[in-house]
C-alpha cells in the first residue's frame, strides 16, 4: 500500500509539472506573439507618424507633450523638445479647453477614438489658426490607459475657400436678377431671393417644384438656352 501510495503520489507530481511546463510554454507563445504584434503595432505607428501629409502628435496622461512628428513641428513652429516641455492645452486657445474636454470624457474615454472635430491652435508665434483632429486613446500592455495620439490637419485654406463660397452663395441669395437653377429633369434645386419674391413662393416650396410648374410654356429651346 505504501509504494501504491508512494508511485500515486509521484504520478501525481509529474502530472503537476507536466501542466506547469505546458502552461510556462503557452504563456511563453503568448507572450512572444504579444511582443511580435507589438513590433508590428510599433512598425505601423511609425510609419503613420512619419507621415508627412498630416501631424501626429502623442501625449501622456496628464497631457504633457511626448511625441510629435515633423509635420506638426513645422505647422507650430516648435522642434521636438520644446514641445516635450508643453502640454496641448498650452497651443489650444482657452475657448476650445472646455469643448474638447468635454470630447475627451464623452468619446475618446468612451470608445477609445472620437469624430473628427475641429478647434484651433496656437503657433509659437501666437497666431492662431484652425485644425481638424481626431483623438484616440493609447493603452499599456494590461489595457489601462496610457495617453492620447492624435492626427491634425491645417485647414486654414479650405476655411478660406468656404468663406469665399459662403460670401458667393450671399450675393447670389441676395442678388436684384432673378436666379433659377434646374436640373436635366427640369425639377428645380435652387432659386434666389427675387426669383421667389416675384412668383410668390418660398424657397422650400419653388425647390419642390418642377420648371413647368411655374412656365408651362417653358419649352427644350428655351431649356437649352439656359444651359
Known amino acids: 500500500?505504501?509504494?501504491?501510495?508512494?508511485?500515486?503520489?509521484?504520478?501525481?507530481?509529474l502530472e503537476c509539472l507536466r501542466m506547469e511546463n505546458t502552461g510556462r510554454r503557452q504563456a511563453e507563445t503568448?507572450?512572444?506573439?504579444?511582443?511580435?504584434?507589438?513590433?508590428i503595432n510599433e512598425s505601423r505607428y511609425?510609419?503613420?507618424?512619419?507621415?508627412?501629409?498630416?501631424?501626429f502628435a502623442g501625449t501622456d496622461t496628464t497631457g504633457r507633450i511626448i511625441e510629435a512628428n515633423e509635420t506638426l513641428q513645422n505647422m507650430l513652429g516648435y522642434d521636438l523638445?520644446?514641445?516635450?516641455?508643453?502640454?496641448?492645452?498650452d497651443i489650444t486657445p482657452e475657448k476650445w479647453h472646455s469643448f474638447e474636454a468635454k470630447i475627451i470624457a464623452e468619446e475618446v474615454m468612451v470608445n477609445g477614438y472620437s469624430r473628427i472635430y475641429e478647434k484651433e491652435y496656437r503657433r509659437k508665434d501666437?497666431?492662431?489658426?484652425?485644425?481638424?483632429?481626431?483623438?484616440?486613446?493609447?493603452?499599456?500592455?494590461?489595457?489601462?490607459?496610457?495617453?492620447?495620439?492624435?492626427?491634425?490637419?491645417?485647414?486654414?485654406?479650405?476655411?478660406?475657400?468656404e468663406e469665399k463660397l459662403l460670401l458667393n452663395q450671399f450675393s447670389?441669395?441676395?442678388?436684384?436678377?432673378?436666379?433659377?437653377?434646374?436640373?436635366?429633369?427640369?425639377?428645380?434645386?435652387?432659386a434666389n431671393n427675387a426669383f421667389c419674391m416675384e412668383i410668390g413662393y418660398t424657397r422650400e416650396e419653388v425647390c419642390r417644384m418642377n420648371i413647368y410648374d411655374i412656365d408651362?410654356?417653358?419649352?427644350?429651346?428655351?431649356?437649352?438656352?439656359?444651359r
Open 1 to 13: 500500500d505504501g509504494l501504491a501510495q508512494l508511485g500515486d503520489a509521484v504520478n501525481k507530481l
Open 30 to 39: 503568448a507572450l512572444e506573439k504579444t511582443k511580435a504584434q507589438y513590433r
Open 46 to 55: 511609425r510609419q503613420i507618424f512619419d507621415s508627412k501629409t498630416d501631424a
Open 81 to 89: 523638445e520644446e514641445f516635450r516641455q508643453l502640454t496641448y492645452h
Open 126 to 161: 501666437g497666431t492662431v489658426f484652425p485644425v481638424e483632429m481626431r483623438t484616440f486613446m493609447m493603452y499599456d500592455s494590461e489595457g489601462n490607459p496610457a495617453g492620447l495620439w492624435a492626427t491634425i490637419r491645417d485647414i486654414t485654406e479650405r476655411k478660406r475657400i
Open 172 to 190: 447670389i441669395d441676395n442678388a436684384v436678377i432673378e436666379v433659377v437653377v434646374f436640373d436635366e429633369d427640369s425639377n428645380i434645386i435652387y
Open 216 to 226: 408651362p410654356t417653358f419649352t427644350p429651346e428655351k431649356k437649352k438656352a439656359h
